[in-house]
C-alpha cells in the first residue's frame, strides 16, 4: 500500500507540473532548468515505483494462485473423507505406516487374524502378554460437521453426536478384549488425527472415563508411536530374559558334565592307586 500511495503522489506531482507548464509554454524559456531536471527525475521515479508494483502485484497473483489451488485442494481432501469406507482406508495406511516404522513385520499382522469367531480387529500386535488388538475405523462424521457448523447451537448439538458416536465405538472396540482367546486385558483405539485426539482429551473426559472402564485405549498417532515402542522395549526384555535363561541352562549343564568328569577321574585315580598298592 506504501508503494502504490508513493506511485499516485508521484503521478500527481508530475501531472500538475505538466499542467504549469502547458499553462504558462509560452514561458517555458523562462522556467527553471533545475526544475525541468528535477520532473524528469520524478517521471523516472515513478516509472521504476510503477515497475516494481507491476511486479509485486503479479507476484502476489502467483501466491494467490497457489493458495486457490491449494484451498481446492483441501476441499477434495475434505469431501474425500466424509466418505466413511475411504476414510477407514486412510486410517489403516497411517497405522501400517506407523506399526511398519517400530515394530518388525512378524510383530503384527494387518486384518488377516480371526481372534474369535467373526471378529477380525485392523491390526494385531503379538506381544509377550498377548496379542494386541488395534482399531483404526473412526467415527468422525459428525465431529466433520462440528467443526464446519455455522453457528454455536448446530456446533454444540453435532459436539453431541460425536460423543454418542465415540461412546458407542469404544463399546465396539472392547469387544476385541478376549484374553481367553489371547489378547491382552486391554484393547487400541488408534484415532489417525491429533487433533481430533486433543478435542476428545480437552472437551469430553467422560469419554475417556468410559474408555478406561471398558479397557480400551486411546491413542493419537504420536501416543500410538510411543506406545509401539514400549511393546517393542517389553519385547527385547523378553528375548533377553530367555536367552539369558538359556545360557544358564548351559551353565549348568556344563557344571553337571564337569562334575561328572571329576567324578570318573578320582574313581580312576582311585583304582590305580589301589593297583599300584597290590603290586607292591
Same mark, same amino acid.
Given at each position: 500500500?506504501?508503494?502504490?500511495?508513493?506511485?499516485?503522489?508521484?503521478?500527481?506531482?508530475?501531472?500538475?507540473?505538466?499542467?504549469?507548464?502547458?499553462?504558462?509554454?509560452?514561458r517555458k524559456q523562462e522556467?527553471? +532548468?533545475?526544475?525541468?531536471?528535477? *520532473?524528469?527525475?520524478?517521471?523516472?521515479?515513478?516509472?521504476?515505483?510503477?515497475?516494481?508494483?507491476?511486479?509485486?502485484?503479479?507476484? $502476489?497473483?502467483?501466491?494467490?494462485?497457489?493458495? !486457490?489451488?491449494?484451498?481446492?485442494?483441501?476441499?477434495?481432501?475434505?469431501?474425500?473423507?466424509?466418505?466413511?469406507?475411504?476414510?477407514?482406508?486412510?486410517?489403516?495406511?497411517?497405522?501400517?505406516? *506407523? $506399526?511398519?516404522?517400530?515394530?518388525?513385520?512378524?510383530?503384527?499382522? $494387518?486384518?488377516?487374524?480371526? *481372534?474369535? &469367531?467373526?471378529?477380525? +480387529?485392523?491390526? #494385531?500386535?503379538?506381544? &509377550?502378554?498377548?496379542?494386541?488388538?488395534?482399531?483404526?475405523?473412526?467415527?468422525?462424521?459428525?465431529?466433520? !460437521?462440528?467443526?464446519?457448523a455455522a453457528d454455536e447451537?448446530?456446533?454444540?448439538?453435532?459436539?453431541?453426536?460425536?460423543?454418542?458416536?465415540?461412546?458407542?465405538? *469404544?463399546?465396539?472396540?472392547?469387544?476385541?478384549?478376549? +484374553?481367553?482367546?489371547?489378547?491382552?486385558?486391554?484393547?487400541?483405539?488408534?484415532?489417525?488425527?491429533?487433533?481430533?485426539?486433543?478435542?476428545?482429551?480437552?472437551?469430553? +473426559?467422560?469419554?475417556?472415563?468410559?474408555?478406561?472402564?471398558?479397557?480400551?485405549?486411546?491413542?493419537?498417532?504420536?501416543?500410538?508411536?510411543?506406545?509401539?515402542?514400549?511393546? $517393542?522395549?517389553?519385547?527385547?526384555?523378553?528375548?533377553?530374559?530367555?536367552?539369558?535363561?538359556?545360557?544358564?541352562?548351559?551353565?549348568?549343564?556344563? #557344571?553337571?558334565?564337569?562334575?561328572?568328569?571329576?567324578? #570318573?577321574?578320582?574313581?580312576?585315580?582311585?583304582?590305580?592307586?589301589?593297583?599300584?598298592?597290590?603290586?607292591?
Amino acid at each position: 500500500m506504501d508503494t502504490l500511495l508513493a506511485v499516485a503522489l508521484g503521478i500527481i506531482i508530475v501531472l500538475l507540473l505538466v499542467v504549469v507548464v502547458k499553462v504558462s509554454g509560452q514561458r517555458k524559456q523562462e522556467i527553471d +532548468p533545475a526544475l525541468i531536471d528535477a *520532473i524528469g527525475r520524478i517521471q523516472q521515479g515513478a516509472q521504476e515505483l510503477s515497475r516494481q508494483v507491476s511486479a509485486r502485484l503479479d507476484d $502476489l497473483n502467483r501466491q494467490l494462485g497457489a493458495i !486457490k489451488s491449494l484451498s481446492q485442494q483441501m476441499e477434495q481432501f475434505q469431501r474425500f473423507l466424509t466418505a466413511p469406507r475411504r476414510r477407514g482406508a486412510l486410517g489403516e495406511v497411517f497405522l501400517e505406516e *506407523i $506399526l511398519a516404522e517400530v515394530l518388525p513385520r512378524e510383530m503384527f499382522s $494387518l486384518q488377516d487374524t480371526q *481372534i474369535a &469367531p467373526g471378529i477380525r +480387529p485392523d491390526a #494385531v500386535i503379538y506381544s &509377550p502378554q498377548g496379542k494386541i488388538c488395534v482399531d483404526s475405523k473412526f467415527p468422525a462424521d459428525n465431529y466433520l !460437521k462440528m467443526i464446519s457448523a455455522a453457528d454455536e447451537e448446530h456446533r454444540r448439538h453435532f459436539a453431541r453426536q460425536f460423543s454418542r458416536d465415540l461412546r458407542g465405538h *469404544i463399546q465396539k472396540v472392547a469387544g476385541y478384549v478376549l +484374553p481367553d482367546a489371547g489378547t491382552t486385558d486391554f484393547a487400541v483405539m488408534y484415532i489417525p488425527a491429533e487433533s481430533v485426539f486433543t478435542y476428545i482429551v480437552e472437551n469430553d +473426559p467422560e469419554v475417556l472415563r468410559d474408555a478406561n472402564a471398558r479397557k480400551v485405549l486411546l491413542t493419537s498417532p504420536h501416543t500410538f508411536y510411543y506406545f509401539l515402542h514400549i511393546v $517393542l522395549t517389553a519385547l527385547r526384555q523378553q528375548i533377553a530374559q530367555e536367552r539369558a535363561k538359556e545360557i544358564i541352562g548351559r551353565v549348568e549343564g556344563l #557344571v553337571e558334565s564337569t562334575k561328572i568328569v571329576v567324578e #570318573v577321574a578320582e574313581k580312576t585315580q582311585r583304582h590305580l592307586s589301589h593297583a599300584h598298592r597290590s603290586m607292591s
